[in-house]
């Protein structure tokens, strides 16, 4: 089974800060990488599928990169919205999927 | 407008059953293959179970491999999770959600607000 995990598992930024969350998986995954955001009491929604592309409606500010193992999602100048937990979630070994455990994104 | 609604859960005991439902509308239904994600008290998201659009090819996660069972009706418009030997660790918010597959990568892209199955003796 594929394995994911993340870091860090929580921070703390500031509006304007530029924040990186990295996912890694345990095996080669090649491009099959989603994340998603979720606010507590909300479901989670889709922010960038296939490691680097954008869902429509998500703004700019969000991009993602890697592939193979390594994955990273950048926010370049966070919001206030922004303060959320991202999920990244792999689709390599379709038809059964596995999510990273988290990184929470708080107000320093 | 796309909508899926949870409904099924509630308080059962240890070894139980229960059987969640998601309405699905706004989009056609057998167009696409939808997802369980479930999401235990302050805790993270974990896939529970998935099946095509067609509904005869399935997945589970080994955490509830052999007694949950994923279904649908197309005709319907609705989504099924059929859950057996129902343990304390199964407690958790249910989401049902769509998956479409995008250049081969497979996403979640919509998503309902979850029904809450709770499992204590």
């Known amino acids: 089974d594929i394995q994911m995990t993340q870091s860090p598992s929580s921070l703390s930024a500031s509006v304007g800060d530029r924040v990186t969350i990295t996912c890694r998986a345990s095996q080669s995954i090649s491009s099959y990488l989603n994340w998603y955001q979720q606010k507590p009491g909300k479901a989670p929604k889709l922010l960038i599928y296939a490691a680097s592309s954008l869902q429509s409606g998500v703004p700019s500010r969000f991009s993602g990169s890697g592939s193979g193992t390594d994955f990273t999602l950048t926010i370049s100048s966070l919001q206030p919205e922004d303060f959320a937990t991202y999920y990244c979630?792999?689709?390599?070994?379709?038809?059964?999927?596995?999510f990273g455990p988290g990184t929470k994104v708080d107000i320093k | 407008e796309v909508q899926l609604v949870e409904s099924g859960g509630g308080v059962v005991r240890p070894g139980e059953s229960l059987r969640l439902s998601c309405a699905a509308s706004?989009?056609?239904?057998?167009?696409?293959?939808m997802s369980w994600v479930r999401q235990a008290p302050g805790k993270g998201l974990e896939w529970v179970s998935g099946i095509n659009w067609k509904g005869d090819s399935t997945g589970y996660a080994d955490s509830v491999k052999g007694r949950f069972t994923i279904s649908r009706d197309n005709a319907k418009n609705s989504l099924y999770l059929q859950m057996n030997g129902l343990r304390a660790e199964d407690t958790a918010l249910y989401h049902c959600a769509r998956r479409q597959a995008v250049r081969g990568v497979h996403l979640f892209d919509y998503w309902g607000q979850g029904t809450l199955v709770t499992v204590s003796s």
């Open positions: 979630q792999q689709s390599y070994s379709t038809p059964v999927f596995t």
């Open positions: 706004g989009f056609t239904f057998d167009d696409y293959g």
